[in-house]
């Protein structure tokens, strides 16, 4: 139902006290958002345009330039003066690591930073008030506006495609602009800013641009933006901001509060710890519960924080007060109801993050299953740190004390363990031991969970290694020349080690065929959470270069169509491996998780140069190729005989830009984890050129032969029935 004008109004009042606008010499060119009274956020290529640089310039603004900024909702004609902070400038970069500021080829979407934090020189006008935020949910319409912030320019949107380090939105109202970068994202459902718009896809001729007003044009079809969760990670310093305020169970907090801080003195102790936490300023001798429990409600992660502080103090001055239980466990159980959805401090939250970052060893999607077996629509996690995240959301289950989130730490630290990587799995169990007993789950408790799931893991490892990981639908594909019919068997590969054939197609059909019999086998015959198995085509290393992986089941009025290689991890594997090529591939497999990367492009044009760079120490198990077309066939064969694993290559282009994005792609990245990036990139292109003519992301193929590598019975050599 639409919302009448007055009501939208109402509705808007958050994002209208926090909208700025980002002036240029003589025009507006983008907006930003009032994240504290002094700091605002915006897109880094706004500040560029608004100081006539560069769109993707790195060099940092000197702190005696200054932006000329307005708040048009709350006074038009009070102009601001905004800097750069330092330590929160993050220019357009090409790669994902901060400390790599190369900037991004033109029109290359999506790169990574894009971001600016200015200081006001004076705190904002009255009557203006930080935005909230919370993390984007996919499917939501939310809306944006022009830099002048006028209702006449707002548009909505939905969201398509998230995936970092952008979501992108189909636009379903209003016209996409030059002048919309840096404005906030707009849920009004949720309350709150859900991310930053950044650039826009340029339907004409394929171009890709960002949304300053340097660049004139028509309007776009789709809009792209940087979410929330990307924002924090991209911005470490930024200090905590507002979240919507639910209202429900304040006053109980503050009762419990009372009980536990008792005395005056207290109070102002812990207020004035966990005012110097959020960057707020204290209260100091007038500071009562009311007070305490207001600055951390509404704050993200401020709840956390609050409790944190108040366990510190107990810890020091009434340390039988944790263990009575009564109002310590009260304040631990309203929590949740005041902070829904936050556990961690924002220290124990980037700790855990920088931990997980050296894990290797544990599927992100698998590992949320695992906890939350019945657990309906939950989202698909890209990392570790993204699958915890949506575990801190959930309560334990009746009946447990133990926290999701708590549970998906230790099953890490277990798996960790089991791969051999000690010193990780040491430092996972110490930061679960010291953040469980702040949730109020006894060390015993962790201890013994932790021991559970190690002996589970002990038994089920036959069953695991059998199985190969998520459940798999095996395509055994015969093309019959030039390749437009196949004939074809699918197997599924189980987590319980079942093995077996369960669909046969011996007269020729054409490729939609293929896709509709995938489906149907994802949706009878892969009984555990179908959404978690990973399609796998076998095919003769002659048809390795068919774009299976772009294959798809038209949409149409009855059916929502389906399209394997961006629903679904999607891989090519070689039915022509023999007993010699696998000695090769096992001999690989032992040094896999530390073997190097190796780029075969334009230089390595004889085959006998390309036998030699893949058999020089340390053995590459992972190669990509960016070579010439015609190359590409006998590339592909020689890396198969000798045993390499994971082979990444485009199908229609190569060149120098491209080997690196390529590279970049499969860099400090786990092996395991190389076939959800392919996904993603082939959803960004989707998301990014429908038509995917000009994506890198498009036509991307992967032979990917990991460990768990089981060929159907069909696959010639007498090992082909067993498990390497």
């Not at 419990?256 to 207290?266: H, K």
């Not at 949706?523 to 399609?535: D, K, L, S, Y």
């Not at 294959?551 to 149409?556: G, H, K, V």
């Amino acid at each position: 139902m639409p919302v009448e004008p007055s009501s939208a109004a109402q509705a808007d009042g958050p994002l209208h006290r926090s909208f700025v606008s980002v002036r240029g010499a003589d025009e507006l060119v983008g907006a930003g958002v009032l994240i504290a009274p002094q700091l605002v956020l915006t897109c880094a290529h706004v500040v560029n345009s608004a100081l006539r640089r560069a769109r993707f310039d790195t060099d940092l603004p000197s702190r005696k330039q200054a932006l000329t900024l307005v708040l048009p909702h709350i006074d038009r004609e009070h102009r601001l003066a905004g800097r750069v902070v330092p330590q929160m400038w993050r220019p357009p970069r090409s790669r994902r690591e901060p400390g790599q500021p190369t900037p991004p080829p033109a029109g290359r979407l999506p790169y990574y930073g894009d971001l600016a934090v200015l200081e006001l020189d004076t705190d904002a006008p009255a009557g203006a008030e930080p935005a909230p935020f919370l993390p984007p949910r996919e499917g939501r319409e939310v809306m944006a506006q022009w830099a002048s912030g006028h209702v006449l320019t707002t548009l909505r949107a939905v969201t398509r495609v998230s995936a970092h380090p952008w979501i992108a939105l189909d636009v379903v109202g209003g016209a996409v602009t030059p002048g919309f970068s840096g404005s906030p994202l707009w849920d009004r459902g949720r309350q709150a800013v859900v991310g930053l718009v950044v650039a826009a896809h340029e339907a004409a001729d394929g171009a890709q641009l960002p949304m300053s007003v340097d660049q004139r044009g028509g309007p776009h079809p789709a809009m792209y933006a940087i979410g929330w969760s990307s924002i924090e990670t991209e911005l470490a310093d930024l200090p905590p901001v507002s979240v919507p305020v639910v209202g429900l169970g304040r006053q109980q907090l503050l009762a419990a509060l009372e009980e536990l801080l008792p005395s005056r003195q207290a109070v102002q102790d812990c207020e004035r710890t966990l005012a110097a936490r959020l960057g707020r300023k204290s209260a100091g001798l007038a500071a009562d519960v009311e007070e305490f429990a207001g600055l951390a409600i509404g704050v993200r992660r401020g709840v956390p924080e609050l409790l944190d502080v108040v366990h510190a103090y107990l810890a020091d001055r009434r340390p039988q007060a944790l263990t009575d239980g009564g109002a310590w466990q009260q304040a631990l159980r309203i929590a949740r109801v005041v902070g829904p959805r936050e556990r961690l401090t924002l220290k124990q939250r980037r700790a855990l993050n920088a931990q997980l970052a050296w894990c290797r060893a544990t599927d992100p999607v698998s590992l949320v299953r695992s906890v939350l077996p019945h657990a309906d629509r939950l989202p698909t996690p890209g990392d570790l740190a993204e699958a915890t995240d949506i575990l801190e959301g959930y309560d334990p289950q009746p009946g447990q004390i133990m926290p999701p989130l708590i549970q998906g730490v230790v099953r890490i630290g277990v798996q960790e363990r089991a791969a051999g990587r000690e010193m990780e799995a040491d430092d996972l169990d110490s930061w679960t031991l010291r953040a469980a007993l702040r949730l109020g789950v006894a060390s015993e408790a962790v201890i013994q969970h932790r021991a559970d799931i190690s002996t589970a893991c002990t038994t089920t490892a036959p069953v695991a290694e059998q199985g190969g990981g998520p459940p798999k639908v095996q395509v055994e594909l015969l093309p019959v020349a030039p390749g437009h019919l196949f004939t074809y068997q699918i197997w599924v590969c189980g987590r319980d080690g079942r093995h077996e054939v369960v669909l046969t197609q011996d007269t020729d059909v054409p490729s939609e065929q293929v896709v509709r019999d995938i489906r149907h086998v994802l949706r009878t015959a892969v009984q555990e959470h179908p959404e978690t198995a990973v399609v796998e085509f076998f095919l003769a290393p002659a048809w390795l270069r068919l774009d299976v992986d772009a294959w798809e089941l038209p949409a149409s009025v009855d059916d929502s169509g389906f399209h394997p290689g961006i629903e679904r991890r999607l891989v090519l594997r070689s039915s022509e491996r023999t007993p010699e090529t696998h000695a090769g591939w096992r001999r690989r497999a032992l040094g896999l998780s530390n073997s190097p990367r190796v780029l075969l492009d334009e230089s390595y044009v004889q085959p006998k140069v390309v036998r030699a760079r893949l058999e020089l120490p340390p053995e590459p198990g992972i190669v990509v190729l960016c070579c010439d077309l015609e190359q590409q066939g006998q590339m592909l064969r020689q890396c198969i005989q000798a045993g390499v694993h994971t082979v990444l290559w485009h199908r229609e282009r190569h060149g120098r830009e491209l080997a690196e994005y390529l590279m970049a792609l499969v860099d400090a990245i786990d092996h395991n984890q190389i076939p959800e990036a392919v996904r993603l990139e082939r959803i960004k292109a989707m998301a990014a050129d429908p038509d995917r003519l000009t994506h890198d992301g498009s036509q991307l193929s992967l032979l990917h032969d990991g460990p768990d590598h089981r060929p159907p019975p069909l696959a010639p050599g007498p090992w082909a029935l067993s498990t390497p």
